[in-house]
């Protein structure tokens, strides 16, 4: 009774202190780091961005009307002149008003503090002209074909107030004290730091996928909930009986064995698949071949350009200002130029060229799964790899996010081919010191691959912790291990700052002029539903220098996080993720295959958004994918029960990395082609686990009846001894 007193106590006095904690915290994030999210939102500053260009902005969200602001056109435009299609037009971020023709003035709606941009359209017969809003009167000439940008404060600055924020200072509080009596209550199980911070990150992980999850089936279920649930059914039992397959199968004898060559049936049985697959890609890559555009075009004209003088030509100023795809472009140039020393390069050329990143990354994938797992899990995995749509439908779209795929699948290789080595030394050490090169390279191609940098430190500092031993002591081989990491990195990012300037390969003389800075792709992702919008490229080119981008852009994404606060913010991830990251099957390619196709293909009926039969597809591809999602966040469940770090807990750990980085950035379904080997390795993890829990059970049975068979044995010869007493 009285241990159990003094654990009530301690129990309370916890849970007190963690009260206590968490209030405390509260106030310490909401006045420090989360400052901007608790700012009262009523009567803020209105920044007024006005244009002649007649950019309008399709993804602007209709809100309830607050304070109306007036815009005037006083003089200067003769009305009788301008056609019945020309006049004013008003939209963008979270408003978006009708075109009002041959009106000397527009009156908008506007909620809170927000970015406006208003266009005039085609004011081809305007000369200068005033503008009035409210009290201010600005003059503009309409013939300039410059930006024109006027900026004024629409009255009273918000101000810091945790008392006004009541939703949000709840959320928070709730958030703080969750972590802390979850921290509490691992503690008090002896677990180790490493477990308990892995057990945290996986019930965040967890908490949001499930939410994110709830929502897409919510979305792509909608009116007609029985044709998605039927193409669900299929894959479910097809993942169920694969799942039960990897479980009761043993380790297969190899039937082909020469050397260190060791090749099993299931070896072979993923030749063969990977063989049909390379057939299909060809054929699929010529029928839905496109003229190159948007960024993709950029990058193969880019290319083009690099291979045959050396340096970008017309294309110059465009990679000024996207700089994230100068490296793709060297990368392609490279592979073109030694191709041009046998035949001239076309656009087959990157199509074959991207057929062989696609299958290099599947091969990758089964290598990895085949060293962590066995031969017949591989297979699985490969056979996922297999069904998954962009594998095929962006095989004439040889961009980034499918040129990146052999780096996602060569760092997890890798990384698990050093990380088995580190007890030899100088191998582990060039293993470690080649990933560091090889993560630089690919986060140089596509960005969000920075991520594995952050997931592998963290990894090995895990292990690290993870020691089962009685006091933490640093192993001086990890250690030496995680600093070729960051040696071969950094050496590699060094090699690359220095060698393009010296390379004139782009001249930076139009730097200041073109260059978008890093926070106009955050504000992007704060705005609308997360995505690319060109009304936010308007924002940020109507400046002349980096400083004042840079300037404009942290103005907007500071205001877009105190419109929508703590609670706003956090829904907004969840729609973000759902709507816009990973809610689609087809991974957005039927928006880039509709573009300039050069031939005409029976496959389009399939695969374009009006094709005949788009619909059938659209199902078959969103089962496959909920179903896909779901076994993944079964993976995640596994990794909140599991207290080993191992290899499939660096995979869950890129995974929430990747998730979080595109809560933040602006983001596409297409941005998640490169990770899907990783969902797939996740999805045969899950799978598994699943088809383990009936002989799990069972054992837990077991062991439970022969507890209770010990333990009555036990109270019956104590009984017996009592009972021989004199």
Known sequence: MTKNGKLERFSLKTVLCCIVGAAVLTILLASTVLRSLFYTRNGQDLDLIITNHGIQDENSMEEEPGTNLEIKCIQGIDHEMIPETEGWHAGGYGIGCDRTEKETSLVIPVTNCQYITMSLVSCSSAGPITIQVGDTVEELNLYSPEWHRVIWNYHVPSKWSLWESRADVLALFALCLSILLLACYFRSRRLSGAVIFQKLYHIGFFAFFICILVYVIKLRLGDAPGRILTAMLPFLAAHLLLGWVCRKVKEPAPIISVKFLKLTVWDLLFA???FIMLQVQIYMGRQL????????GNVFYGALEVAENGHLVNLNNCFLQWRNNLFAVIYL?????????????SIFTGIWINVMMIDLAVVLIFLWMRKVWNPVKAFYGAVICFFLSPFYLYVPIFYTDTLSLPFVAGILWLYEWAGQREADGKKAWIGYGALGVLCLTGSLLK??????????VLHMLLRQAAQKTKRFTFDKRKMICLGCFLTGFLAAFLIWTVSIPASHVINYDAQEQYEFPVVQSLMMGMGGIGNWQGIDDVLAANTDTIAERTQVCTHMLQNRIREKGLVGVLKHFVNKGARVTWGDGLYF????????PLYESWLHDYVLWDGVHFTDLERWTTGFHIVMLLFVLLSIWKGIR??????????????????????????????????TPLLAAMTVDGSCDLAGLPEQWRRRKKQRTRELVDEKTVSNGVGEAAADRP
């Open 642 to 675: 599991s207290r080993e770090v191992d290899s499939v807990s660096f995979v869950r750990l890129i995974v929430l990395g990747i998730m979080l980085f595109f809560f933040l950035w602006e983001t596409r379904t297409r941005y998640l082609t490169n990770i």
């Open 272 to 274: 063969v698949g990977l």
């Open 447 to 456: 960005g969000s691959l920075l991520v594995f940098v952050i997931a592998i």
């Open 289 to 296: 071949a496109v003229e190159p555009g948007w960024d993709f």
């Open 333 to 345: 140039a490279a592979m073109f130029k030694v191709i041009m020393l046998f035949q001239p390069v």
């Open 589 to 596: 390619t039927y928006e880039k295959l509709k573009r300039d």
